[in-house]
């Protein structure tokens, strides 16, 4: 179950990573790394994310969905 934005959890997060469906396999590399960092850059916006507790705080993980590719593509 995807979280809700939070922004206290935000100010804790040490790591990020993006979680790519498989729909996205024949995507270039650097088409999503591109993709990736603008998804992180505007947490706020994204469909599905979900904040994963780490030892030094919170690890932010984005799903990639068709309404992200769509909004920064």
């Not at 999503?32 to 998804?39: M, S, T, V």
Request: aromatic share 8%.
């Amino acid at each position: 179950m995807p979280d809700t934005f939070d922004p206290y959890r935000e100010s804790l997060i040490m790591e990020t990573t993006t979680v790519w469906p498989d729909e996205y396999d024949e995507m270039e590399p650097a088409e999503k790394e591109r993709i990736a960092q603008a998804l992180h850059a505007d947490p706020e916006n994204c469909v599905q994310i979900e904040y994963v507790r780490v030892h030094t705080g919170f690890c932010r993980q984005i799903t990639v969905t068709p309404d992200d590719i769509q909004r920064v593509g």
